[in-house]
């Protein structure tokens, strides 16, 4: 299930994933984050993931494919998770952000604070 955290606003959104993410759910997602953009130009979004937080293939290959089109669309990303794995990913995929202009960040779930403050700044 993808969640709207009631923090967003304008072009800061937050998101929370639990579970499993299905491919109409990715959709609606994309729907939502797509109305930002266009209200905002740019997007800062935070994405939540709890420790089940899963895609079905569909729904990834469907977000895979929206990421590499949008990637002018997105300034800001920070993931917060309790998860080796996400701070390990978001580390490899800083650098690539960087280079097409995408500031990446990982929290900790306890830090969920200084992800709002660092996307708003």
């Avoid at 729904?59 to 002018?72: C, F, N, Q, R, S």
């Amino acid at each position: 299930m993808i969640t709207k955290l009631p923090e967003s606003q304008g072009a800061v959104l937050g998101v929370r994933i639990t579970g499993k993410v299905s491919l109409e759910m990715e959709k609606q997602w994309i729907g939502e984050v797509e109305k930002v953009i266009e209200e905002h130009g740019k997007l800062k979004i935070l994405v939540f993931l709890d420790e089940h937080a899963t895609w079905g293939l569909k729904a990834g290959i469907e977000d895979l494919k929206w990421v590499l089109t949008h990637m002018k669309d997105m300034e800001k990303v920070a993931i917060v998770a309790d998860s080796l794995f996400w701070k390990w990913y978001v580390a490899l995929d800083r650098p690539f952000g960087k280079m097409v202009g995408i500031d990446e960040k990982y929290f900790e779930p306890t830090e969920i604070t200084a992800a709002w403050e660092w996307l708003k700044a």
